[in-house]
């Protein structure tokens, strides 16, 4: 067996043996930051997946559509790219381009209506995106004072402890101040990761929030340069 896997085995074993000697109330603490922790990392794998898929089809997106000639031809294929945010944007400026242009008389009336329904699309795709992301914001909050309340209470069962002994002996203080130390390794533990998950996802839906913006300005553009061609893809 390999150095490397005896001391992984040893120091799980350590763990172990530190966390069933603990109190009710460390455990408790323990169990606490173990369900945030959990949930944390959930969310955190759930929305490195999303933003990784929602990154590649939006690049798929803005190629298709800057090959396209038509609008129509994009709307028609824009399922395909569904975990893109861009397709919410596209589609909230679409539809309302086709309202306007629902009759056969009808003329596009306002392109700023266009841009409200994609601006509408963006803060939709972004409040998708954003969904679940706040808890790892509490969680990096909350669970290093859920990690200090154990602390405390371990150096209180400590003291407790040389109250009882009669004596400032390691045997009186050792179980208190090791239920101090691994609640307050727990904390960080959970907290850590959440804080820097939630800063680097939320980097990201910024970028996606830019882009969607940035896209709409696009749409607006090829909306204008290919009105009268689109205007009667659409009527058809």
Same mark, same amino acid.
């Given at each position: 067996?390999?150095?490397?896997?005896?001391?992984?085995?040893?120091?799980?074993?350590?763990?172990?043996?530190? &966390?069933? $000697?603990?109190?009710?109330? *460390? +455990?408790?603490?323990?169990?606490?930051?173990?369900?945030? $922790?959990?949930?944390?990392?959930?969310?955190?794998? !759930? +929305?490195?997946?999303?933003?990784?898929?929602?990154?590649?089809?939006?690049?798929?997106?803005?190629?298709?559509?800057? +090959?396209?000639?038509?609008? #129509?031809? @994009?709307?028609?294929?824009?399922?395909?790219?569904? =975990?893109?945010?861009?397709?919410?944007?596209?589609?909230?400026?679409? $539809?309302?381009? +086709?309202? #306007?242009?629902?009759?056969? $008389? /009808?003329?596009?009336?306002?392109?700023? /209506? &266009? #841009?409200?329904?994609? #601006? @509408?699309? &963006?803060?939709?795709? @972004? !409040?998708?995106?954003?969904?679940?992301?706040?808890?790892? *914001?509490?969680?990096?909050?909350?669970?290093?004072?859920?990690?200090?309340?154990?602390? &405390?209470?371990?150096? @209180?069962?400590?003291?407790?402890?040389?109250?009882?002994?009669?004596?400032?002996?390691?045997?009186?203080?050792?179980?208190?101040?090791?239920?101090?130390?691994?609640?307050?390794?727990?904390?960080?533990?959970?907290?850590? =990761?959440?804080?820097? *998950?939630?800063?680097?996802?939320?980097?990201?839906?910024?970028?996606?929030?830019?882009?969607?913006?940035?896209?709409?300005?696009?749409?607006?553009?090829?909306?204008?340069?290919?009105?009268?061609?689109?205007?009667?893809?659409?009527?058809?």
């Amino acid at each position: 067996m390999q150095l490397s896997s005896v001391f992984a085995l040893f120091v799980g074993g350590e763990i172990l043996d530190l &966390v069933s $000697s603990t109190g009710a109330v *460390a +455990k408790f603490v323990l169990v606490t930051l173990l369900a945030f $922790s959990l949930i944390s990392w959930a969310i955190i794998l !759930t +929305k490195w997946s999303l933003l990784r898929r929602a990154r590649l089809q939006s690049g798929r997106f803005l190629r298709a559509f800057r +090959k396209a000639q038509r609008l #129509q031809d @994009i709307a028609t294929v824009a399922d395909q790219f569904r =975990p893109s945010p861009l397709v919410g944007v596209f589609e909230g400026g679409f $539809s309302e381009y +086709k309202r #306007q242009l629902s009759t056969p $008389s /009808a003329a596009l009336r306002s392109l700023t /209506a &266009v #841009q409200r329904g994609m #601006q @509408i699309g &963006v803060s939709e795709e @972004i !409040t998708r995106l954003e969904r679940n992301v706040p808890w790892l *914001a509490i969680t990096a909050a909350v669970t290093p004072f859920i990690g200090l309340f154990g602390t &405390v209470w371990g150096i @209180i069962d400590a003291f407790h402890g040389l109250g009882t002994a009669g004596g400032a002996t390691l045997r009186a203080v050792a179980p208190g101040i090791s239920e101090a130390l691994i609640t307050t390794a727990a904390g960080l533990a959970a907290a850590i =990761p959440a804080v820097i *998950a939630y800063n680097l996802i939320g980097n990201s839906i910024r970028v996606f929030a830019a882009r969607g913006d940035d896209f709409a300005l696009e749409v607006l553009n090829a909306i204008d340069g290919m009105q009268p061609q689109a205007a009667a893809e659409v009527r058809r």
